[in-house]
Structure formats: C-alpha cells, structure tokens
C-alpha cells in the first residue's frame, strides 16, 4: 500500500511554492502559516513572507511589528509570534539551522508534535508520522475506526496506525502523500474513492462506511459576548488602543470598547460607558449594523460607533497602549479581524475619508 501511494503522490502532487526548490526553511515557514488555514488562504501569504524575510536570519532579524503587519488577516496572531520567537532562537543558539533532534525540535515556540514530524520528516528524512485533519480522516478510513475522533485517546490509537503505516525509507514523501490524499481524494464528503490509489486497502471502502467515518462528537458551545465598539474622533484623528501581550487576541489593536451583556443595543447608553470607562466626554454620531466575528471558543456580536471628542486623553483600562492616528495610518497597525470590519464600513459607507485624514 505504501509504494501504491508513494507512486501516486510522485506522479500527481499538486505544484505549490513551497515545493519548489524545497528546503527546511520554506517547510517550516509553509507549515505555521498553514496550520488552520487553507492552501488557497496561506499561499499569498507564504510568498510575502518568503520575499521579505527570504531566510531565517531575515526571519530572526524582524521586529513584531513588521510581522504582524504581515500576517494580518490570517488570524491565530499567536502563530505569528511564535514563529518569530523560534526563528530568533534557530538563529541564535542553534546557527541558523533547524535542530534535527524532535524533543529541541518540540521546544521551539509554536513547534508541535505535528510541525516538527512535519518539518523533521520532509526536510531530513527522519522517520516521524504527521497527525493533522487530513491524516486523521484518511487513517480512521483506512482501517474502519468509528470511534469519536474528539477523544483523545481515539486520537492517540490513529496515531499508533500512522506510525505503523509510515514508509521509513521515504518518511517526508509518504506524510505529504498521505495529507495530499486527504486534501484532493479523500475529502471530508464525497471522496472521490473510485480514483484512490489504496481504494483496495480501505477498509470503510470495502465495508460501505465511508460516509459514517470518521465521526467527530458536537464541540462545546461558544461563549456569547456583545460589545459596543467606538471609533472615537478628534478632528481627523481615531483613537486606537493596544491590547495586553498576553491572552485573548493578544498585542493586537483595536477601537475602545464597551463589553455589554445584550445585544439589544439601543438600550445601552454609550456615552456614559464611554465616560466611565475611558474619561472621554464623547458625542455620538452614526451607528453601523450589527456585525460578527466567530473564534474558536467566542461568537461576538458587536456594532460600531463613531463618537467625536474634543479630548484626546483617554484612560487606558485593561489596554497597554493608545495612539491617535489618520484613517489611513490604521492599515499600518495590526488590527484584528473583527475591527477590519469596521473599518471596511466606514470605507463603504463613506462615513471617514483619506481626504479627511
Ligand atoms: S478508498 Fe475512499 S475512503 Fe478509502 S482512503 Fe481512498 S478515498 Fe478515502
């Protein structure tokens, strides 16, 4: 079976950059930007990254800033600052090369044990099996596992099988023909099993249970949260602020915000939150539709607000930093996700222009 594979991932590999011309660098860069991301999503950003930070020294060498700015729109910020972490850390004790031993390996920031099987098998050829979506699909196929894929311990017997099945001679090969195969054969619906390459090795094939595996039990539900954004204006300035280095949404910016526990806003007097809260007499102006952003475990319902003022002291809270900047100064910062939508409605709606900034 594992030849059979091997065979097919050569002949039909999809052509993609970090295949070209492959080194470890471009593995480990190619793998934290596609961890929870899409080939289709990470690839631009893989080539922005590769052109201006073209190797690890480069990489070592960039301020948190740059980087973020970069990876903006990606989500999962802790990504990218992990990667620069572990690349200072490549760069500095281990001379700019990768460690090749899994436990170091496993002690670079944002390494795990799927990053460095990944890199440690593609790049060295070192016998370590990958467990990411696509793997655990194709393995729980293979051999017919029907258990619940969210327990730990079903997790922890597919890889027992990955490891088994491996193709010591040609490690890195086999894991990305194994992710190839889940990526474009055997997908999540619909696999296409009839042009498989190991249709006659599966066992959920050959036992019509390729619909039922693998099953994954409902996840726990998401916390709802409501938050009144303000997009608080003196003259042409807005005021952003920073959030803290650690935890949610960590180190990124934002407009000031009010947490409230509804989201039925109209009962919410803002211009008092925003007195209470920030010391900032403010003047409210016009209100945008309701909007939303999901994260793994949040699901945030939020409006915007702009609200002028004639001060520009703001008391910072839980924040580490504010700054006053034009409204096209805020593509600079590294704004999450859910802000970006605010500022794609006042662009749509005309309500703030470059020309005023
Ligand atoms: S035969 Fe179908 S279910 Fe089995 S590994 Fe191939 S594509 Fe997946």
């Given at each position: 079976?594992q030849k059979l594979l091997l065979y097919w991932f050569k002949e039909n590999k999809r052509d993609l950059p970090w295949r070209t011309?492959?080194?470890?660098?471009?593995?480990?860069?190619?793998?934290?930007?596609?961890?929870?991301?899409?080939?289709?999503?990470?690839?631009?950003?893989?080539?922005?990254?590769?052109k201006k930070y073209p190797n690890i020294n480069s990489l070592a060498l960039a301020n948190e800033h740059d980087v973020l700015h970069?990876?903006?729109?990606?989500?999962?910020?802790?990504?990218?600052?992990?990667?620069?972490?572990?690349?200072?850390?490549?760069?500095?004790?281990?001379?700019?090369?990768?460690?090749?031993?899994?436990?170091?390996?496993?002690?670079?920031?944002?390494?795990?044990?799927?990053?460095?099987?990944?890199?440690?098998?593609?790049?060295?050829?070192?016998?370590?099996?990958?467990?990411?979506?696509?793997?655990?699909?194709?393995?729980?196929?293979?051999?017919?596992?029907?258990?619940?894929?969210?327990?730990?311990?079903?997790?922890?017997?597919?890889?027992?099988?990955?490891?088994?099945?491996?193709?010591?001679?040609?490690?890195?090969?086999?894991?990305?023909?194994?992710?190839?195969?889940?990526?474009?054969?055997?997908?999540?619906?619909?696999?296409?099993?009839?042009?498989?390459?190991?249709?006659?090795?599966?066992?959920?094939?050959?036992?019509?249970?390729?619909?039922?595996?693998?099953?994954?039990?409902?996840?726990?539900?998401?916390?709802?949260?409501?938050?009144?954004?303000?997009?608080?204006?003196?003259?042409?300035?807005?005021?952003?602020?920073?959030?803290?280095?650690?935890?949610?949404?960590?180190?990124?910016?934002?407009?000031?915000?009010?947490?409230?526990?509804?989201?039925?806003?109209?009962?919410?007097?803002?211009?008092?939150?925003?007195?209470?809260?920030?010391?900032?007499?403010?003047?409210?102006?016009?209100?945008?539709?309701?909007?939303?952003?999901?994260?793994?475990?949040?699901?945030?319902?939020?409006?915007?607000?702009?609200?002028?003022?004639?001060?520009?002291?703001?008391?910072?809270?839980?924040?580490?930093?504010?700054?006053?900047?034009?409204?096209?100064?805020?593509?600079?910062?590294?704004?999450?996700?859910?802000?970006?939508?605010?500022?794609?409605?006042?662009?749509?709606?005309?309500?703030?222009?470059?020309?005023?900034?």
């Open positions: 079976m011309n492959p080194d470890w660098y471009k593995t480990f860069l190619s793998e934290i930007i596609l961890q929870q991301t899409t080939v289709v999503q990470g690839w631009p950003y893989f080539q922005k990254f590769l970069l990876w903006a729109g990606l989500g999962y910020y802790a990504r990218a600052r992990n990667m620069l972490k572990a690349a200072k850390i490549i760069s500095q004790k281990y001379n700019g090369k990768f460690p090749q031993d899994y436990k170091t390996a496993l002690s670079l920031p944002g390494i795990g044990p799927y990053s460095a099987s990944a890199i440690l098998s593609i790049s060295f050829n070192l016998p370590f099996s990958v467990m990411d979506g696509n793997v655990i699909r194709v393995i729980s196929r293979i051999f017919a596992i029907k258990d619940d894929t969210r327990d730990p311990a079903t997790l922890k017997f597919i890889k027992e099988k990955a490891d088994s099945l491996l193709d010591k001679s040609e490690p890195g090969n086999f894991n990305e023909a194994m992710m190839e195969l889940g990526a474009t054969i055997c997908l999540p619906s619909k696999p296409k099993c009839s042009g498989c390459p190991i249709h006659k090795n599966c066992s959920a094939y050959k036992r019509n249970l390729v619909d039922r595996i693998p099953y994954k039990s409902k996840p726990a539900k998401k916390k709802k949260k409501y938050n009144i954004v303000g997009v608080v204006m003196n003259k042409s300035k807005i005021c952003i602020v920073r959030r803290p280095g650690t935890g949610f949404l960590a180190g990124l910016w934002e407009f000031p915000l009010i947490e409230v526990k509804t989201d039925d806003f109209s009962k919410i007097n803002i211009t008092d939150h925003f007195k209470k809260m920030y010391g900032l007499n403010v003047f409210r102006e016009i209100e945008s539709p309701k909007m939303r952003q999901t994260y793994s475990h949040i699901d945030l319902k939020f409006i915007a607000v702009t609200l002028r003022t004639g001060s520009k002291t703001i008391l910072k809270n839980s924040y580490v930093e504010s700054k006053w900047v034009k409204f096209e100064e805020l593509e600079n910062f590294a704004i999450h996700n859910g802000h970006k939508k605010i500022i794609e409605w006042l662009k749509l709606s005309k309500l703030i222009t470059k020309s005023e900034g």
